[in-house]
């Protein structure tokens, strides 16, 4: 018997061994397996970005552009519409609704919920339809794994649920919750809680009811399918659903449960009413975009949450387009296609104060105010030429031009408005006048110095763009162009003592992460192009278009608060376009109007001027009046002695006359005894020698001829007649 015991043994022990062995192969086979997966998970996961980094769930942020009060919104700039709100700006009965729907476990697990997965398993297998991703791994997939969000397959979700685990262990559930509630699409472009609330029902987040709540926390579960604007039964359907998990969870009552179902959707649906995200002062505010996207890319204004805030001022603004209003609705305008144009600009910062380009953005999105071709200045361009001939040592006060026409350039010949002569006038009163000829006579007489290419250095300083101006001799005549903003700019130099400031609308930017990338708080950095004489000097030539009763073009201009102020008219050939550009120690303004096809033809008027006296009366009301800072007169040291005659020096001609004629009058007398030898006597001697008298010298008699200046307030001064005074009337000729 031993013998078979000793058998049965050995088979005992073989199989024993043979079992060991099997479950240790299986043993290695499965490490293996093991072993395996796990670097094959490792192998996925390699390139995962770390949650530490505090970029890597960054998420496409509308930027906003704020009026210089930092909260009127002017507009908002987006691919997704999103606005971050933090845990205390959502509803209770969001933050808990969307956890009973969503992740009923969320506070429970640690990024991943088996038992979710587990129990999603036998709803699928049942016939049913149930997901398994929690809050934190909805969140991943929408963010960090955005660009593998539609791919299905095993290696995104292990990806998918290493990153959430991670998360968990370095963000709160609360944290967590509120990056989802912003990051999630909600439908119509709208991402997060707060774009949604106040999109769908036109409230904040925080006001939502249990019915609104219950409404939004449906939808990202498919944003179209349950949009309560485009599928309505789909989305009430839904929103019950979420009711229903609100109740099971103990987030509402059966009460608030019954009262809420029984709602209607009852949207309130926040219509757009800008134009690609810009709501108010369009013209502006798409200039402020524009300069924007000049500095930085698409993406980064568009989706990188950039907080501008811009220099304009709606009260200003306000009585800028108030009082343009006023020229629409006056009944005389010129044509229907008429529109008017201004910057406001405050030259001791160079803030863009107000600004109008055009009379209607959504019918024509063009702005006339900045526009890079501009339009020609007119007579307003004078200002320039002034400065040039003051920088040369030529005294605008003593220097004397003949301002009689036509004179004649490159063939052409140039006249006064209307083909007036005004005789010898100075700089200064030609200013006022707006003499085409004066001016065209001092730029082509070489001994002056002052050249076209010496005016165009001048307005290039004073911040006109160089490539739009040429050297022809009638660039004094303001044949060039330039918009509004670059005219407001430049004769703000002057109200600063001759610092130029180049105009902006940008005062502060900020990041997402609140990093100031401008800073214009302070103003802009000024450069003096001229010097505070020259400048002063200026003025008082300018002061003369507004207050000279005699002479001046822009007698409407003047405030009625009596605060000093400056400026000059424009008119181009044919009328095509009017100008005024004025300034006063505060602010600098400069208005234009005309058609944007250049077809109406206006004639005189004093639309312009009146628009900058009531938009500047209205910005000043209740300012006490400022002169403008004085400075030493310049070193007038020019030989230059002008092309015309000083009334001193007509006086003393006209003296000269007289006595000459009184001596041939004595002789003629001794010689009455041959009367034939001498005809016409006393009467027809000296005085036939020179037909119509002094008056003859030059045609046009009592409208302006002559060689001696008008005295004020005859009728010989052109401010008193078709030529200019309060009608403002110059043509560039």
């Given at each position: 018997?031993?013998?078979?015991?000793?058998?049965?043994?050995?088979?005992?022990?073989?199989?024993?061994?043979?079992?060991?062995?099997?479950?240790?192969?299986?043993?290695?086979?499965?490490?293996?397996?093991?072993?395996?997966?796990?670097?094959?998970?490792?192998?996925?996961?390699?390139?995962?970005?770390?949650?530490?980094?505090?970029?890597?769930?960054?998420?496409?942020?509308?930027?906003?552009?704020?009026?210089?009060?930092?909260?009127?919104?002017?507009?908002?700039?987006?691919?997704?519409?999103?606005?971050?709100?933090?845990?205390?700006?959502?509803?209770?009965?969001?933050?808990?609704?969307?956890?009973?729907?969503?992740?009923?476990?969320?506070?429970?697990?640690?990024?991943?919920?088996?038992?979710?997965?587990?129990?999603?398993?036998?709803?699928?297998?049942?016939?049913?339809?149930?997901?398994?991703?929690?809050?934190?791994?909805?969140?991943?997939?929408?963010?960090i794994l955005s660009s593998e969000m539609?791919?299905?397959?095993?290696?995104?979700?292990?990806?998918?649920?290493?990153?959430?685990?991670?998360?968990?262990?370095?963000?709160?559930?609360?944290?967590?919750?509120?990056?989802?509630?912003?990051?999630?699409?909600?439908?119509?472009?709208?991402?997060?809680?707060?774009?949604?609330?106040?999109?769908?029902?036109?409230?904040?987040?925080?006001?939502?009811?249990?019915?609104?709540?219950?409404?939004?926390?449906?939808?990202?579960?498919?944003?179209?399918?349950?949009?309560?604007?485009?599928?309505?039964?789909?989305?009430?359907?839904?929103?019950?659903?979420?009711?229903?998990?609100?109740?099971?969870?103990?987030?509402?009552?059966?009460?608030?449960?019954?009262?809420?179902?029984?709602?209607?959707?009852?949207?309130?649906?926040?219509?757009?009413?800008?134009?690609?995200?810009?709501?108010?002062?369009?013209?502006?505010?798409?200039?402020?975009?524009?300069?924007?996207?000049?500095?930085?890319?698409?993406?980064?204004?568009?989706?990188?949450?950039?907080?501008?805030?811009?220099?304009?001022?709606?009260?200003?603004?306000?009585?800028?387009?108030?009082?343009?209003?006023?020229?629409?609705?006056?009944?005389r305008l010129a044509a229907s296609n008429?529109?008017?144009?201004?910057?406001l600009v405050d030259p001791n910062t160079?803030?863009?104060?107000?600004?109008?380009?055009?009379?209607?953005?959504?019918?024509?999105?063009?702005?006339?105010?900045?526009?890079?071709?501009?339009?020609?200045?007119?007579?307003?361009?004078?200002?320039?030429?002034?400065?040039?001939?003051?920088?040369?040592?030529?005294?605008?006060?003593?220097?004397?031009?003949?301002?009689?026409?036509?004179?004649?350039?490159?063939?052409?010949?140039?006249?006064?408005?209307?083909?007036?002569?005004?005789?010898?006038?100075?700089?200064?009163?030609?200013?006022?006048?707006?003499?085409?000829?004066?001016?065209?006579?001092?730029?082509?007489?070489?001994?002056?110095?002052?050249?076209?290419?010496?005016?165009?250095?001048?307005?290039?300083?004073?911040?006109?763009?160089?490539?739009?101006?040429?050297?022809?001799?009638?660039?004094?005549?303001?044949?060039?162009?330039?918009?509004?903003?670059?005219?407001?700019?430049?004769?703000?130099?002057?109200?600063?003592?001759?610092?130029?400031?180049?105009?902006?609308?940008?005062?502060?930017?900020?990041?997402?992460?609140?990093?100031?990338?401008?800073?214009?708080?302070?103003?802009?950095?000024?450069?003096?192009?001229?010097?505070?004489?020259?400048?002063?000097?200026?003025?008082?030539?300018?002061?003369?278009?507004?207050?000279?009763?005699?002479?001046?073009?822009?007698?409407?201009?003047?405030?009625?608060?009596?605060?000093?102020?400056?400026?000059?008219?424009?008119?181009?050939?044919?009328?095509?376009?009017?100008?005024?550009?004025?300034?006063?120690?505060?602010?600098?303004?400069?208005?234009?109007?005309?058609?944007?096809?250049?077809?109406?033809?206006?004639?005189?008027?004093?639309?312009?001027?009146?628009?900058?006296?009531?938009?500047?009366?209205?910005?000043?009301?209740?300012?006490?009046?400022?002169?403008?800072?004085?400075?030493?007169?310049?070193?007038?040291?020019?030989?230059?002695?002008?092309?015309?005659?000083?009334?001193?020096?007509?006086?003393?001609?006209?003296?000269?006359?007289?006595?000459?004629?009184?001596?041939?009058?004595?002789?003629?007398?001794?010689?009455?005894?041959?009367?034939?030898?001498?005809?016409?006597?006393?009467?027809?001697?000296?005085?036939?020698?020179?037909?119509?008298?002094?008056?003859?010298?030059?045609?046009?008699?009592?409208?302006?001829?002559?060689?001696?200046?008008?005295?004020?307030?005859?009728?010989?001064?052109?401010?008193?007649?078709?030529?200019?005074?309060?009608?403002?009337?110059?043509?560039?000729?």
């Amino acid at each position: 018997m031993k013998p078979r015991r000793k058998q049965r043994e050995k088979r005992a022990h073989a199989g024993l061994w043979a079992i060991i062995i099997v479950l240790a192969g299986i043993g290695l086979v499965g490490y293996g397996c093991y072993q395996g997966v796990m670097s094959l998970i490792d192998d996925w996961c390699a390139d995962l970005p770390s949650v530490q980094n505090t970029t890597a769930f960054d998420l496409p942020e509308q930027s906003t552009i704020y009026a210089n009060d930092g909260t009127t919104v002017l507009a908002e700039l987006y691919m997704e519409k999103r606005e971050p709100v933090t845990i205390d700006q959502v509803s209770p009965y969001v933050l808990k609704g969307t956890v009973a729907t969503e992740d009923e476990r969320f506070y429970d697990h640690g990024g991943v919920d088996l038992q979710g997965i587990v129990r999603a398993v036998v709803v699928n297998l049942s016939g049913g339809q149930e997901g398994a991703s929690t809050i934190t791994q909805q969140y991943v997939r929408n963010t960090i794994l955005s660009s593998e969000m539609n791919e299905i397959s095993i290696k995104r979700k292990v990806r998918e649920m290493t990153l959430a685990e991670e998360m968990e262990q370095i963000y709160s559930k609360d944290q967590i919750l509120m990056m989802y509630l912003n990051t999630i699409n909600y439908g119509d472009n709208c991402y997060g809680i707060q774009a949604a609330a106040k999109h769908y029902y036109s409230v904040n987040a925080s006001d939502l009811t249990i019915a609104q709540a219950a409404t939004l926390i449906g939808i990202p579960n498919s944003p179209t399918m349950y949009n309560p604007v485009v599928n309505p039964d789909n989305a009430l359907d839904r929103r019950n659903v979420v009711l229903s998990r609100m109740l099971t969870n103990g987030v509402i009552t059966q009460e608030e449960y019954d009262a809420a179902k029984a709602e209607d959707l009852n949207l309130n649906v926040q219509e757009e009413t800008g134009t690609n995200g810009v709501y108010l002062y369009k013209y502006f505010t798409s200039y402020v975009r524009d300069q924007i996207l000049e500095t930085y890319d698409h993406e980064q204004v568009f989706q990188g949450g950039l907080q501008i805030v811009t220099t304009i001022d709606p009260e200003m603004q306000g009585y800028a387009e108030a009082a343009v209003q006023k020229q629409y609705d006056s009944g005389r305008l010129a044509a229907s296609n008429q529109e008017f144009a201004l910057t406001l600009v405050d030259p001791n910062t160079g803030f863009i104060k107000a600004m109008i380009g055009g009379k209607d953005y959504d019918a024509d999105q063009y702005n006339i105010a900045t526009s890079n071709s501009g339009t020609q200045t007119g007579s307003t361009f004078k200002a320039f030429t002034i400065t040039d001939a003051i920088e040369k040592g030529i005294n605008p006060q003593t220097t004397y031009m003949n301002c009689n026409g036509p004179v004649e350039v490159n063939g052409s010949k140039i006249y006064n408005y209307g083909k007036q002569n005004y005789g010898s006038l100075s700089i200064a009163n030609m200013t006022a006048v707006s003499s085409n000829t004066g001016f065209i006579r001092l730029i082509t007489d070489t001994s002056s110095g002052v050249t076209p290419e010496s005016v165009k250095s001048v307005a290039e300083r004073l911040g006109l763009d160089g490539d739009n101006l040429g050297t022809a001799p009638t660039i004094t005549l303001g044949v060039y162009n330039a918009n509004t903003t670059q005219m407001a700019g430049a004769y703000g130099t002057f109200a600063a003592g001759g610092v130029h400031r180049d105009p902006t609308g940008i005062m502060k930017v900020t990041d997402r992460s609140g990093n100031v990338l401008v800073d214009n708080t302070a103003g802009v950095e000024g450069k003096q192009v001229i010097t505070d004489s020259v400048a002063y000097a200026v003025t008082q030539v300018l002061e003369g278009v507004i207050y000279n009763a005699s002479y001046g073009t822009a007698n409407a201009a003047a405030l009625p608060s009596g605060q000093i102020a400056a400026g000059k008219t424009g008119t181009t050939d044919d009328w095509h376009d009017l100008w005024f550009v004025g300034y006063t120690p505060q602010l600098s303004c400069a208005v234009w109007t005309g058609s944007r096809d250049n077809s109406v033809q206006l004639e005189t008027n004093t639309w312009c001027q009146e628009i900058w006296r009531d938009l500047i009366s209205a910005c000043l009301q209740g300012q006490p009046n400022e002169d403008f800072k004085s400075a030493s007169a310049p070193n007038y040291n020019s030989a230059y002695k002008g092309s015309g005659k000083s009334e001193d020096e007509d006086e003393e001609k006209e003296k000269e006359k007289k006595e000459e004629e009184a001596t041939e009058g004595t002789t003629e007398g001794t010689t009455e005894e041959t009367p034939g030898e001498t005809p016409g006597g006393t009467t027809g001697g000296a005085a036939g020698e020179t037909p119509g008298g002094t008056t003859g010298e030059t045609p046009g008699g009592t409208t302006g001829g002559g060689t001696t200046a008008p005295d004020p307030g005859s009728s010989s001064t052109p401010g008193s007649g078709t030529a200019g005074g309060s009608s403002g009337t110059d043509t560039a000729g």
